[in-house]
């Protein structure tokens, strides 16, 4: 392990739309934390490739270009080779370009050392699908937070009505298992329980109870 292995991780993976990001924001929060949205760098990878029409297939080019882009994350915005790209890495067109760059080695590869450079004292949260199991694998704390696809369709359907977005409940759900299945049978870094991650089942419970369940799981991992 590098010289930052003693600074803490918390590793959150889990599906799509399962509130991961958010729990995580405010675990990190609450603790003073750094925060990693993993799904962002995928994100903007997919969206750069997309502003010069670089295929989502290119696993060669992709991966070059995602070692040259000067990403950056300013209080809640996200820069992208200096412009402000927020709101777009948030579409749902781009999410899928995400899942479909994620699929290449090439390029997971090429985000690796990104992502190790959040690992800052006092602590890291860490958002994601392979935190646990290959970014971080001797995080402190790892959790799999999910809810079944059906809530979580309607909290992505929820969401979307708050920003006044059309949106249709039985194609975001369509979308969702698609994106599932695509996360879960990739060869590379598939979407997985890590063997030593403590699973969250979201369905029934508040941001705030799941935030508390992870403060407490750190908690006691600290106090061992
Ligand atoms: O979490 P978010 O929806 O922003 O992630 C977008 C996509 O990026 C995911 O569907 C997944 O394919 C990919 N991803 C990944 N590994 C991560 C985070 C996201 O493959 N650690």
């Known amino acids: 392990m590098t010289y930052t292995s003693h600074i803490p991780v918390i590793a959150i993976d889990g599906p799509s739309a399962s509130g991961k990001g958010t729990v995580a924001q405010h675990v990190a929060r609450q603790l003073g934390y ?3 949205d993993s799904g962002a760098l995928y994100r903007l990878v997919a969206l750069a490739a997309r502003h ?7 696993a060669g080019a992709l991966a070059t270009m995602a070692l040259e882009l000067d990403i950056r994350f300013v209080d809640d915005r996200i820069m992208l080779n200096g ?13 899928k370009g995400a899942s479909e760059v994620a699929v290449h080695p090439e390029v997971r590869a090429a985000l690796l050392d990104l992502q190790h450079s959040f690992r800052k004292p006092p602590g890291l949260v860490a958002d994601g699908r392979d935190m646990a199991t290959v970014v971080f694998p001797d ?3 790892k959790i799999f937070l999910t809810a079944t696809a059906e809530v979580r369709a309607e909290r992505r359907y929820k969401q979307l009505m708050e920003k ?7 194609d975001i759900l369509h979308d969702l298992q698609l994106r599932d299945a695509r996360d879960s049978q990739r060869t590379a870094a598939p979407l997985q329980q890590s063997a030593d991650a403590i699973l ?14 992870i403060i407490e799981a750190a908690g006691q991992q600290h106090a061992h």
Request: aromatic share 6%; hydrophobic share 35%.
């Open 52 to 58: 010069v029409n670089m295929s989502w297939q290119n």
């Open 34 to 36: 750094h925060y990693l």
């Open 83 to 95: 412009q402000d790209v927020s709101e777009e890495v948030r579409s749902e067109e781009i999410g």
């Open 200 to 213: 969250l089942e979201t369905s029934q419970l508040s941001i705030e109870e799941a935030v508390k369940f």
């Open 164 to 170: 006044g977005k059309h949106a249709n409940l039985r």
């Open 139 to 141: 995080a402190a704390t």
